[in-house]
């Protein structure tokens, strides 16, 4: 498994498609994927894509997993207010763990006492 600030996946997804066929992971987490619901060409042979978009200028997350792994999305885990996906995975004879990324914001409020 894998996380990786990406800065634009459609810059980056023949890189990607890369280490994929490397066979250098199962799991990649990735964040700033720039993505819009109309942007599709994302898809890499062999994994499935769990995505959260926001809009081309910026945010948006993603959970690639090879189609091998048995996993389910876990929406219902996530706050609709929070940029992030989430996933189950199961193995045999162990217990299912969660997968999360999410893009958090961090806020500063200066107090003048």
């Known amino acids: 498994m ?13 890189e990607i498609r890369f280490m994929f066929s490397q066979n250098y992971f199962d799991i990649l987490e990735l964040n700033e994927t720039r993505l819009d619901q109309y942007y599709n060409n994302v898809y890499v042979q062999g994994y499935d894509i769990v995505r959260h978009d926001r809009n081309r200028s910026g945010g ?12 389910v999305e876990r929406s219902d885990l996530v706050p ?5 996906v989430c996933i189950e995975e199961t193995k045999p004879n162990s217990r299912p763990f969660i997968i999360i990324v999410c893009i958090v914001f961090i ?6 006492l």
């Open 80 to 84: 609709k207010n929070l940029e992030a």
């Open 107 to 112: 806020i500063i409020c200066l107090i003048d």
């Open 60 to 71: 948006g997350v993603c959970i690639y997993v090879r189609k091998s792994i048995n996993f």
């Open 2 to 14: 894998a996380f990786l600030n990406v800065v634009s996946l459609p810059l980056h997804i023949d």
